[in-house]
T-cell receptor, first 112, second 114 residues
Framework: QQQVKQSPQSLIVQKGGISIINCAYENTAFDYFPWYQQFPGKGPALLIAIRPDVSEKKEGRFTISFNKSAKQFSLHIMDSQPGDSATYFCAATDNYGQNFVFGPGTRLSVLP | NAGVTQTPKFRVLKTGQSMTLLCAQDMNHEYMYWYRQDPGMGLRLIHYSVGEGTTAKGEVPDGYNVSRLKKQNFLLGLESAAPSQTSVYFC?????????????FGPGTRLLVL
């Protein structure tokens, strides 16, 4: 019940295209859903996050869509750029952040 | 402001050896975490701490011990290293706000156990 599923495992997108990564969770106690971006050799860094009281959050080219009834959320990267090439992790947490659960990650490659 | 730092960056151990990984943060964060990252498995929580002097087990605590004697430091110990502990270890810290937590990660420690 703690698991967060993430798909696809890898994604190749042309420059200017839309990248979409999907995540699903089971634990209804989760109430905070962040996305992290990780470049090779670096630690993950928070990209964008959402709470279940909203269905969508947008920050620049990055948008999270959240479907509470389906227990699913997704990351959309509009106008994808080669600099967006990285591994993306979705995560979920409850209890005020005492225990984070991460998805397995999606390796995104944006072709020039 | 260095954020979250980890020492060492890379280490090679022989099976049965012990070592301690050090995490330090200068953001006055209450929460600190240790994760391991393995290919295709994302990050898995080993141990975490909600304040100085407190620690708790995460998802994969076996074979590891931790200590939080000072608020800014979180130590991860391997008493008897095993090849299964070959991984990249990340430390993270976050505020205690009662709202939603943003975790700040260190650069990682790459550990190879032979």
């Amino acid at each position: 019940q703690q698991q967060v599923k993430q798909s696809p495992q890898s994604l190749i997108v042309q420059k200017g295209g839309i990248s979409i990564i999907n995540c699903a969770y089971e634990n209804t106690a989760f109430d905070y859903f962040p996305w992290y971006q990780q470049f090779p050799g670096k630690g993950p860094a928070l990209l964008i996050a959402i709470r279940p009281d909203v269905s969508e959050k947008k920050e620049g080219r990055f948008t999270i869509s959240f479907n509470k009834s389906a227990k699913q959320f997704s990351l959309h990267i509009m106008d994808s750029q080669p600099g967006d090439s990285a591994t993306y992790f979705c995560a979920a947490t409850d209890n005020y952040g005492q225990n984070f659960v991460f998805g397995p990650g999606t390796r995104l490659s944006v072709l020039p | 402001n260095a954020g979250v730092t980890q020492t060492p960056k890379f280490r090679v151990l022989k099976t049965g050896q012990s070592m301690t990984l050090l995490c330090a943060q200068d953001m006055n964060h209450e929460y600190m975490y240790w994760y391991r990252q393995d290919p295709g498995m994302g990050l898995r929580l080993i141990h975490y701490s909600v304040g100085e002097g407190t620690t708790a087990k995460g998802e994969v605590p076996d074979g590891y011990n931790v200590s939080r004697l000072k608020k800014q430091n979180f130590l991860l110990g391997l008493e008897s290293a095993a090849p299964s502990q070959t991984s990249v270890y990340f430390c993270a810290s976050s505020y205690l706000t009662g709202l939603r937590e943003t975790q700040y990660f260190g650069p990682g420690t790459r550990l190879l156990v032979l």
